[in-house]
């Protein structure tokens, strides 16, 4: 049954003791209640200058239902949108198995590995489908049983720590992750949303992109910038969001374009053809026209075809543009292609007409 999560939250404001690791860290607490009886505190660190920087729990919990397991008690740390980033363990504290052995350091890094998985087996599963039916005692290793269910996630956690392998990657992708979110969402800032936008961190780019840009792509006053750091930073998955959500009047002026085509002379294939099918909406100019004409044959063939595509949606093509386009028809494997397009384009320059006829008498 979901529980219906009621966030009542206070302001503390000083130096974290001890229920932080980081005691140089200013905090801002938020009292967590879920139904009427689970509450917990959720705390914010802050930076020297009050800027949020991610949020933990001090996580004290049984990880199995028959008391065998012993509880565990740990710090989690997530982003500012609830993403989890790791867990460590305060003071003197161990993480222990079924038969009551300490972690080994490789099982602790194992578990990190764990955790930070989003996608998981463990979030297909409940409680009970980590224990063979029919057995009751869970003191031998969990996960060396014979039921399926075990053997299919035998790789996804640690033997003999199963059961808090399952209940941490809860903790780090649960309920928690959400009211973080909305936490966030409360204290945004026009700061904020630059800092988002220009961070390495691509959920903050993503969440940041959404709120600058409306339904249609067009781009709030003062966050244009931030939105050409994107597209020429080193993510090729938030650049091509990027491209594809921008309205088309974000490139309108002669300045984005010769931008946009420096940026392309740079940028790694997958994004250059992306740059491409963003120009083919666009009213390009002729300026621009001209550099596309003459990199016509710069690159392969699926390249070619996308600046073709880009020129002939033009009604009426530069003559430079199309001088250049003539001038490449001797290639040996595009020359077909660009062929084609300059008869759709339907050059009047008699030079151009004679040297599609020559084309012509030379493939006959």
């Given amino acids: 049954m979901r529980l219906f999560i009621l966030v009542i939250f206070c302001l503390i404001t000083g130096k974290a003791a001890a229920i932080s690791p980081f005691p140089a860290d200013t905090l801002k607490t938020y009292e967590i209640r879920e139904g009427d009886t689970v509450a917990y505190t959720l705390n914010l660190a802050l930076d020297a200058a009050g800027k ?42 161990v993480l222990t198995k079924t038969d009551h052995r ?47 269910t075990l053997k299919t996630i ?19 992708h649960g309920p928690t992750s959400a009211q973080i979110q909305k936490i966030t969402d409360s204290l945004e800032t026009p700061s904020m949303l630059h800092s988002f936008l220009r961070s390495s961190n691509h959920h903050y780019q993503y969440w940041a992109m959404d709120k600058v840009m409306n339904e249609e792509g067009k781009v709030q006053a003062g966050y244009e910038e931030d939105m ?34 420096n940026t392309y002379a740079k940028a790694a294939y997958p994004l250059q053809m992306a740059i491409l099918k963003k120009l083919a909406g666009i009213q390009v100019n002729e300026k621009l026209c001209e550099k596309i004409a003459a990199s016509a044959t710069e690159g392969n063939r699926e390249q070619l075809q996308a600046k073709l595509k880009i020129l002939t949606a033009r009604p009426k093509l530069p003559g430079k543009a199309l001088k250049s386009l003539a001038a490449q028809l001797s290639h040996p494997d595009m ?9 759709q384009l339907n050059p009047a320059d008699k030079a151009i007409q004679q040297q599609l006829i020559q084309h012509e008498m030379k493939n006959e």
């Fill in 335 to 343: 020359g077909g292609d660009i062929y084609h397009a300059l008869k």
């Fill in 228 to 261: 050409a750091g994107i597209i020429q930073g080193q993510n090729i998955f938030t650049a091509r969001y990027a491209l594809q959500k921008l309205h088309p009047d974000y490139f309108l002026s002669a300045k984005r374009q010769a931008w946009l085509w």
């Fill in 102 to 148: 300490d972690f080994k350091e490789e099982e602790y890094r194992k578990l990190q590995d764990i955790l930070a998985n989003e996608s998981s087996i463990l979030a297909e599963l409940k409680m009970e489908d980590l224990v063979v039916k029919g057995t009751e005692n869970i003191s031998d290793s969990a996960n060396v049983r014979t039921g399926a």
């Fill in 154 to 172: 035998k790789n996804e956690v640690i033997e003999g720590a199963v059961f808090t392998c399952y209940t941490l990657w809860h903790f780090a």
């Fill in 52 to 93: 949020p920087k991610y949020f933990f729990r001090n996580i004290f919990t049984p990880v199995c239902n028959t008391g065998e397991c012993r509880p565990v008690r740990v710090n989690m740390y997530w982003d500012l949108l609830g993403n989890y980033i790791r867990y460590d363990l305060p003071g003197n504290e």
